[in-house]
């Protein structure tokens, strides 16, 4: 069952996400822009008009240096 949403609010959907993949994108996107780059990738791959994949963090640095 799918939970009411205010007026003003999208519906809360459940997605199943890994912790640790949840907590890198937190760190390169922003812990309050997670669901924009969520969003955004989701309008993207459904081909919407003018949709464009948000923009790429910088790689990070490998700690073992390959």
């Known amino acids: 069952m799918v939970s ?19 907590d890198d994108l937190g760190k390169r996107a ?8 969520l ?7 459904l081909r919407r008009p003018g949709a464009e994949l948000p923009e790429r963090p910088p790689a990070p640095k490998d700690p073992t240096g390959a």
Not at 39 to 45: E, N
């Open 30 to 37: 922003g812990e309050r822009n997670r669901a924009h780059v």
């Open 39 to 45: 969003r955004a990738l989701l309008a993207w791959y």
């Open 4 to 22: 009411r949403a205010k007026d003003t609010h999208t519906t809360n959907r459940v997605v199943r996400i890994p912790d640790a993949d949840w």
